[in-house]
């Protein structure tokens, strides 16, 4: 294989989502997946505004198939509670986080869809790199070489399903995708830290008219109870395709119990249609863990998604935790197997990600307890609890602007400017922007029409951002950029082209118009001088050695 390749084990969005990442530093990737074929199973359903930020990083023509699968409008909001979909209403719970925070935040936009559309179209973007090479049908049985510290390569085990065969795969390093029961990490001897099988589920993918029964009281999640089906049933695109949740005892947590039949005769009681037409398509089982793994990183083996964390299905944030602590690793990952950052870079991809990842599984959880507790007092099942309290404390079920944007890193790949990001009342539902050193650089539309955004000249290398007076900043990025042999493009916002309509810039980067912000390949500040004191080639070529692990400012 050749040098500097990267092994992927996994297929599903973060895995795909890795290779495509790696492609844009020129990194190529070799892609192990056990199965012969992609998985027809919708399973989740949010990209959210965040991810789709990062998407657009893919290229136009990315966002915008993705963005072609949305649910129509209506359908993100909000919550309903029913006996049966034709029956009585008994509560709603506004979930505005799923269409997303607005252009002031963000010019990105949510999709809503299924996971079997989401990753047919990563894997088209994949392959049209030319950097990508897929092997279906290949399972990593042993991970020989990579965990340690002083090893140079990632060697594993594999096995051709289809003929057999065994052979040894090398790499410049391994991203264990690999789901919830990671090989990868089994193999590394990584513990789980958290709750396991807390509760258990059966997942159904149906076909089905639903839609007509709905009728105006359309939603993101239509939760039923009634003596024949408790549970909750998903729209996956308002025209017939449908998921549902159903919980289960675990003497009942099995596939064999399930039947199409049983299943169909669920669906029915759910919608109160006794002569529903429903087609199932496939049933698959699932246990609700809130775990982080201890650690993320070993020598050049990575762990990403589902291997990493698992979270409660509330606000969708599992698939978004896992694709946004991949992008913040990968590009730490290109840099060293180009031999352009020191290994100790990819070291700051756990402290970055491990706590908030923690704190978001916690807190996904709490707002599954919350939900519960509105449905089961709703259905006069549980505790006499005050419809005002739950619905206050439901409020963060769709609504996490602040786990989406807001979290703040804290390591060595960041150099802090002593100051503090403003502080929000809830810090998992609110977002205040701010380019304070380890935050997410805040969008500002730019140019004559504001159609471009600050965002859009992040690109697969490092940025300078100034304002008019900021000549010497970017001339250092040129200096920079020679000596590191990295690329660091520079920009001065009100330049042409680059107009600020709002005269927002300075303010919201908290920088005089003779100040200039480093930001990270993967969009969040770096450093930030907010004047022009500290200006020249060998200080910014300081700070960016400093951030990537080559020395300290």
Known sequence: MASG????????????????????????????????????????????????????????AVYRRLRGIDTPDGWKSPIRFFDAVVGREFGRIGSKGFEGPGPEISPALPVMSSQDLLTE?????????GLVE?????????????????????????TDEATGESYAL???????ADGVDSLVRQALGVRLEGEQGIHHFVNCYFHSPVEQHVGERTGVLLYVANPDAIGVLQPLDANGRWLCQISVPPEQWNRETWTDDRVRHWMRAAVGVSDLEADVRSVGVWRMNVTVAERLVLGRVVLCGDAAHQFPPTGGLGVNTGLQGMHNAMWKLALCVRGLADWSLLDTYDPERRPPARRTAEQSYENFRNVSRMGA??????????????????????????????????SAAVVSDGTRPPKVQDDYSDYAPSATPGCRAPHVRLGPDGALSTLDLFGPGFTVLTGLDGTGWREAAVVAAHRLRLPVAGYAVGS?????????????????????????????????????????????????????????Y
């Open 5 to 60: 390749t990267v092994i992927i084990v996994g297929c599903g969005p973060v895995g795909l989502g890795a290779a495509l990442e790696l492609a844009r530093f020129g990194v190529p990737t070799v892609v192990l997946k056990r199965r012969t074929s992609p998985s027809r199973h919708p399973k989740t359903r949010n990209f959210n505004t965040r991810t789709m930020e990062i998407a657009r990083g893919w290229g136009p």
């Open 170 to 176: 090398s790499g410049a390093a391994l991203v264990a």
């Open 496 to 552: 042409p082209g680059l107009t600020d309509p709002d005269d927002l810039f300075l303010r919201r980067y908290g920088i005089g118009s003779d100040g200039a912000v480093v930001i990270r390949p993967d969009g969040y500040v770096g450093w930030r001088s907010a004047d022009a004191a500290a200006a020249g080639g060998k200080k910014l070529t300081e700070v960016i050695e400093q951030i990537i692990g080559h020395g300290e």
């Open 121 to 129: 179209i990563l894997r088209d973007a994949a392959a049209a790199t």
């Open 377 to 410: 007092a709703a259905y006069g099942l549980g505790e006499d609890l005050d419809p005002g309290a739950i619905l206050r404390e439901t409020r963060r079920y769709g609504n996490h602007l602040g786990v989406e944007f807001g979290t703040v890193y804290d």
């Open 134 to 158: 897929f092997r279906f049908g290949h399972q990593v049985t042993e991970l020989t070489s990579g965990a340690g510290d002083l090893d140079a390569e990632a060697v594993v085990q594999v």
